[in-house]
């Protein structure tokens, strides 16, 4: 408790650029995990693109055990089952129609449900295939607009610095997925795009105050750009650590505590996208964008010469609590 109240009360500067090695390392591995994960498992595409059948019904007395080996008994195979609040939604592969009247009669014998009450939804593998088109169309024309805002928000090393951030974010996200055998949805794309949006907001904040801060260095500084960069960081940690913890709370109440104790199987997929996401999104605009941007900006002349100048001098150590303030108000 401690260490928390002194890092809201922002008595605590952490060396968020001089940890590069740290974090690139890390990120390093969690790419590695989730490129393995997505060409080992793949994604879990749900009926939406891939195409199948859909049944809905009924039995609070069931489980997952008997509503599965009902399904697998009819000759169903890898029948996808998730609850539905009292209800259950089976995902199977593209049925024929007898096939569909069998396991419809199955189930309604089973479970003691009238067959009128046993839905059955099926979607072609070219509606599904349009769908997934339509999800890649869009995704790209989300990742172009935001190519573009960076570009004007942003000098060009910062706009890649953000880029790479958000690649980042999407790619470890998409491996959990791969990792945890959930279906991809049209609710996860959804999810996907608003993680995004997220990591967007949070790195420009970020930027914001390390453009203001920095544009101030000149010749004469006494900080390095490293050293600006990582007190302008430190000024809005506080912000995104509040901004992430109250907007993952209630997602972690929908994944966690929905889809375990009320059934609510159907969210699962769309929160555990924002869950994960944002936890990835604070992440990498602290630890990987900032860190990369530094890389990046420390190879230009200008800042090469004052920090050799300052190495000469004895000045270019770590940033203190009285430089962090020095940084924001002189640069």
Same mark, same amino acid.
């Given at each position: 408790?401690?260490?928390?109240?002194?890092?809201?009360?922002?008595?605590?500067?952490?060396?968020?650029?001089?940890?590069?090695?740290?974090?690139?390392?890390?990120?390093?591995?969690?790419?590695?995990?989730?490129?393995?994960?997505?060409?080992?498992?793949?994604?879990?595409?749900?009926?939406?693109?891939?195409?199948?059948?859909?049944?809905?019904?009924?039995?609070?007395?069931?489980?997952?055990?008997?509503?599965?080996?009902?399904?697998?008994?009819?000759?169903?195979?890898?029948?996808?089952?998730?609850?539905?609040?009292?209800?259950?939604?089976?995902?199977?592969?593209?049925?024929?129609?007898?096939?569909?009247?069998?396991?419809?009669?199955?189930?309604?014998?089973?479970?003691?449900?009238?067959?009128?009450?046993?839905?059955?939804?099926?979607?072609?593998?070219?509606?599904?295939?349009?769908?997934?088109?339509?999800?890649?169309?869009?995704?790209?024309?989300?990742?172009?607009?935001?190519?573009?805002?960076?570009?004007?928000?942003?000098?060009?090393?910062?706009?890649?610095?953000?880029?790479?951030?958000?690649?980042?974010?999407?790619?470890?996200?998409?491996?959990?997925?791969?990792?945890?055998?959930?279906?991809?949805?049209?609710?996860?794309?959804?999810?996907?795009?608003?993680? @995004?949006?997220? +990591? #967007?907001?949070?790195?420009?904040? $970020?930027?914001?105050?390390?453009?203001?801060? %920095?544009?101030? &260095? /000149?010749?004469?500084?006494?900080?390095?750009?490293?050293?600006?960069?990582?007190?302008?960081?430190?000024?809005?940690?506080?912000?995104? @650590?509040?901004? +992430? #913890?109250?907007?993952?709370?209630? $997602?972690?109440?929908?994944?966690?505590?929905? %889809?375990?104790? &009320? /059934?609510?199987?159907?969210?699962?997929?769309?929160?555990?996208?924002?869950?994960?996401?944002?936890?990835?999104?604070?992440?990498?605009? @602290?630890?990987?964008?900032?860190?990369?941007?530094?890389?990046?900006?420390?190879?230009?002349?200008?800042?090469?010469?004052?920090?050799?100048?300052?190495?000469?001098?004895?000045?270019?150590?770590?940033?203190?609590?009285?430089?962090?303030?020095?940084?924001?108000?002189?640069?």
């Amino acid at each position: 408790m401690g260490l928390a109240r002194r890092l809201y009360r922002g008595e605590i500067d952490v060396d968020f650029v001089g940890k590069w090695r740290l974090w690139y390392s890390l990120s390093g591995f969690l790419l590695i995990v989730s490129l393995a994960g997505l060409l080992i498992n793949g994604l879990n595409l749900g009926v939406e693109f891939k195409g199948g059948s859909v049944f809905s019904f009924k039995a609070p007395s069931a489980s997952i055990e008997q509503v599965r080996e009902v399904f697998q008994e009819e000759g169903v195979h890898q029948p996808i089952v998730q609850t539905a609040g009292e209800g259950w939604r089976v995902t199977t592969e593209t049925l024929q129609e007898s096939t569909l009247t069998q396991v419809q009669t199955a189930v309604s014998k089973d479970f003691n449900v009238p067959a009128s009450e046993v839905s059955v939804e099926s979607i072609g593998a070219s509606w599904g295939g349009e769908v997934s088109q339509k999800a890649w169309i869009g995704l790209g024309v989300f990742m172009l607009a935001i190519i573009l805002y960076l570009s004007m928000a942003f000098e060009p090393k910062m706009a890649l610095a953000a880029i790479v951030a958000l690649i980042h974010d999407l790619v470890i996200t998409a491996g959990i997925y791969a990792w945890s055998g959930f279906e991809v949805t049209p609710a996860t794309l959804l999810g996907f795009l608003t993680i @995004l949006g997220y +990591s #967007l907001y949070d790195a420009v904040v $970020v930027f914001d105050m390390i453009k203001e801060v %920095t544009a101030k &260095l /000149g010749h004469t500084s006494k900080q390095t750009y490293s050293m600006a960069a990582n007190n302008a960081l430190n000024h809005t940690l506080i912000r995104s @650590l509040n901004t +992430s #913890l109250v907007a993952i709370l209630p $997602v972690a109440a929908i994944l966690f505590i929905g %889809t375990t104790l &009320l /059934g609510a199987g159907t969210l699962k997929d769309l929160s555990l996208a924002l869950f994960v996401g944002m936890i990835v999104g604070t992440y990498s605009s @602290l630890c990987v964008a900032t860190p990369l941007l530094v890389t990046l900006k420390e190879r230009e002349p200008k800042y090469q010469a004052i920090a050799k100048r300052l190495a000469s001098t004895g000045g270019g150590g770590k940033g203190s609590k009285g430089s962090k303030s020095a940084a924001v108000a002189n640069g």
